[in-house]
Nanobody
Framework: QVRLVESGGGSVQAGGSLTLSCTTSGNTANVVGMAWFRQAPGKEREGVAAVIFGGGGTYYDDSVKGRFTISQGDDKDTLSLRMTSLQPLDTATYYC????????????????????WGQGTQVTVSP
């Protein structure tokens, strides 16, 4: 079992920045990659960014490329999402997720590739 706890959400104005963190605990030795997802009210959940450990690379949705950066902490137990140039369309609940089997390359940002999920943290961007 892997437990994920997100933090760092909040309210910012358009153009501002936030950094989300996801702290992992439990049987993390089996985790091969992690990702951030978001879900806005009335919309489907969408993958935002993913990282595959051990040099497997990072993956971003086109909507956040150049603005968001996903990274793993030095202690390997923390995942971060640095978000810059935030826009109202980025308003959503953000979730981190962990995969224990390697996702297919075309499914790096698919929710079905991830087994464990956090409870989410709210990000609100005002105009």
């Amino acid at each position: 079992q892997v437990r994920l706890v997100e933090s760092g959400g909040g309210s910012v104005q358009a153009g501002g920045s936030l950094t989300l963190s996801c702290t992992t605990s439990g049987n993390t030795a089996n985790v091969v990659g992690m990702a951030w997802f978001r879900q806005a009210p009335g919309k489907e959940r969408e993958g935002v960014a993913a990282v595959i450990f051990g040099g497997g690379g990072t993956y971003y949705d086109d909507s956040v490329k150049g603005r968001f950066t996903i990274s793993q902490g030095d202690d390997k137990d923390t995942l971060s999402l640095r978000m810059t140039s935030l826009q109202p369309l980025d308003t959503a609940t953000y979730y981190c997720a962990a995969a224990v089997t390697m996702p297919w390359s075309t499914y790096m940002l698919a929710g079905s590739s991830y087994k464990y999920w956090g409870q989410g943290t709210q990000v609100t961007v005002s105009p």
